[in-house]
């Protein structure tokens, strides 16, 4: 007995459109687990214990920021793995007293994740320990940080950035704060 007219388009597009969920779930499922990162751990972990931060923190910056490619370079111009703005790097090496620093040497894995990690205590510090305010601040800047905080004094970090902030900002915050749950657990 033969299906009746019509009834093989629509099982072929019911097949169709679960195959592509099916499909979609998979691609995220591998999004959302983050890249090993074994060949920086040992820098990472110095790095993390030098500005007084966690490694799995660093680890799921590193992650989002760069997915752990040191010679990578954004379409905004931050460098390497931490993703680090050459001005933003700048102003951390003269903080730190890096004499020889320059924008060349922001590609070397070690400097990018000495002066990132530096750089993500000091947010750290200046928005008292708020992480998803100084992961909103490592991503959009802290004087828009500053702004969203002010325009939502009444909900908390996390809420303020799903609230206030850019969607970019929303998903990279959610991300990092994923992937350090996952780094760990490790």
């Known amino acids: ?4 007219r019509g ?8 097949l169709l459109v679960a195959a592509l969920i099916v499909g979609s779930w998979l691609g995220r499922s591998q999004a959302l687990r983050p890249p090993a990162l074994e060949d920086h751990a040992s820098l990472i972990d110095h790095a993390a214990a030098a500005a007084g931060l966690e490694p799995a923190l660093v680890r799921a910056v590193v992650a989002a920021e760069s997915g752990g490619r040191a010679g990578v370079t954004s379409t905004a111009g931050a460098v390497g ?7 933003t790097a700048r102003e951390e090496a003269v903080r730190r007293g890096t004499a020889d620093y320059t924008d060349e040497r922001l590609r070397e894995p070690e400097l990018n994740l000495e002066l990132g990690c530096a750089y993500l205590a000091r947010l750290l510090a200046r928005f008292d320990g ?3 305010f100084a992961l909103a601040a490592y991503n959009a800047g802290p004087t828009r940080v500053l702004r969203w905080r002010a325009a939502a004094p009444d909900t ?5 950035i ?5 969607p970019e900002t929303r998903r990279y915050v959610r991300r990092v704060l994923r992937f350090r749950a996952a780094y760990a657990a490790r």
């Open 130 to 132: 708020e992480l998803a």
């Open 1 to 4: 007995m033969s299906a009746p």
């Open 162 to 166: 799903e609230r206030e902030g850019f």
């Open 156 to 160: 908390d970090a996390l809420g303020v």
């Open 7 to 14: 009834v093989r388009p629509l099982v072929a597009a019911l």
């Open 81 to 87: 793995l931490m993703q680090l703005m050459p001005e």
